[in-house]
């Protein structure tokens, strides 16, 4: 689908509808009439199969406790299998009820109190909260930015591991916030030092459809044909891609039979409850039937990133850009012109913005903002151009 045709058919307002990106503007910035462009969901109705999907439930008036049907893996998997090439096993699935209640179950279930956690920072903040709030030791290895380009410092995070007797590492992949989507051979590389002092992977892998012009997502657990994929536990989800965040529903994909009865026995103990019976259903809709309005929105989010990239490189030169290889979250470095103490000002009272700061993410991002391109080409201009005529020049 074309970029004008997913506009005209998706694009919606969105305030007033109990968003929390729209309406608890106040409560989170302040200010209730600041654009929203921070928390990662979008301003497009999902497709209408998705829609038509749901409405048959609603029609049916019946909401008692349900199961992942068939259909639901047979979707799922052949997803996987066609976009990703990944065969995954109906046997290797569970659910959970977002990613990132994923992300605290995997910590509680794979470590013990005060085990080592690793991370790559800046990297999407719960990542840090899930190993805080657990009790675990927060260890991070900061990426290397070179020009706005982000990789990994291999020798750093072995070092981190073996220093800290590291053991789990909550990968990111694609990357949020630095919109990195990893290459196979760093990949590899990244994966080899994990398997080497034995540390488990959680692979986070929401922003997985969200790739651009040749860079494509490599899920882990086919990196170097499989041969990590025993220590990896994948999480995933239709919700990112398809804006249903609010239907709380993700899959877990976890190989190996020892690490999947540890996870059982995990959730068992915090009496996991039954899927969302409208979150399995839009998702499935989705994974079905969603490949056509997917291509009209990353055209979309495309067409944003080029407005924001050309105007800024003409009227912001000294902007630092992330390229946005993966993701629909531009990562912008504003301190070539902003002292990161002013960033907050500058953001939220001078340009009336409303966007995910820096330092929410970790690492040295103080000075850095994350600019949402999941929206109307309207909004994106009103971003761009207001922080071009404010910043200082
Ligand atoms: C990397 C990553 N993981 C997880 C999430 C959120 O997942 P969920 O809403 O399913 O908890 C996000 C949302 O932006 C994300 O960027």
Redesign the pocket.
């Known amino acids: 689908m074309k970029k004008e045709e997913f506009l005209d058919r998706y694009a919606i307002e969105r305030k007033g509808t109990n968003s929390l990106k729209w309406d608890k503007l106040e409560e989170r910035f302040g200010n209730a009439d600041l654009l929203a462009a921070w928390v990662?969901d979008m301003e497009f109705k999902v497709p209408e199969q998705v829609v038509e999907a749901l409405k048959e439930k609603v029609d049916h008036g019946v909401f008692g406790y349900t199961y992942a049907p068939d259909s639901y893996y047979e979707a799922f998997i052949g997803w996987e299998r066609e976009r990703h090439g990944y065969e995954v096993k109906k046997e290797w699935m569970r659910f959970s009820t977002?990613?990132?209640?994923a992300l605290y179950w995997f910590v509680n279930a794979f470590t013990k109190p005060e085990d080592a956690v690793i991370i790559l920072s800046p990297v999407?903040y719960?990542f840090s909260n899930a190993v805080k709030d657990t009790g675990r030791k927060l260890v991070s290895s900061e990426l290397i930015n070179t020009g706005g380009k982000y990789t990994i410092d291999f020798e750093d995070f072995e070092k981190q591991i073996i220093d800290n007797d590291v053991k789990l590492f909550i990968h990111?992949t694609p990357h949020?916030p630095v919109g990195r989507v990893w290459t196979a051979e760093e990949a590899e590389k990244l994966l080899s030092i994990c398997d080497k002092h034995n540390v488990l992977i959680v692979s986070?892998e929401?922003?997985h459809d969200m790739t651009f012009d040749d860079h494509t997502h490599l899920p882990s657990a086919i990196v170097a044909d499989g041969k990590f994929s025993e220590r990896i536990v994948t999480v995933t989800?239709a919700?990112?891609t398809f804006n249903l965040?609010g239907l709380l529903t993700?899959q877990i994909i976890i190989e190996n039979e020892e690490l999947r009865e540890q996870f059982d026995r995990f959730v068992k103990s915090v009496n996991q409850t039954e899927v969302n019976l409208l979150g399995m259903t839009a998702s499935e809709a989705a994974f079905r039937h969603g490949a056509d309005w997917l291509e009209g929105l990353r055209a979309v989010v495309k067409s944003n990133e080029r407005y924001a990239v050309e105007q800024f490189a003409e009227y912001a030169p000294k902007l630092v850009i992330s390229p946005l290889e993966g993701t629909y979250l531009l990562w912008i470095d504003l301190r070539p012109y902003i002292d990161p103490e002013d960033v907050k000002e500058f953001v939220q009272d001078t340009c009336k913005l409303a966007i995910d700061y820096g330092e929410w993410f970790g690492g040295k991002s103080r000075g850095f903002i994350r600019l949402n391109l999941g929206t109307e080409p309207r909004h994106i201009k009103q971003a761009v151009d207001s922080i071009i005529e404010h910043l200082p020049q």
């Not at 977002?98 to 209640?101: K, L, M, P, Q």
């Open positions: 990662a977002g990613v990132v209640t999407y719960p990111c949020n986070d929401i922003h989800a919700s990112k965040a993700s």
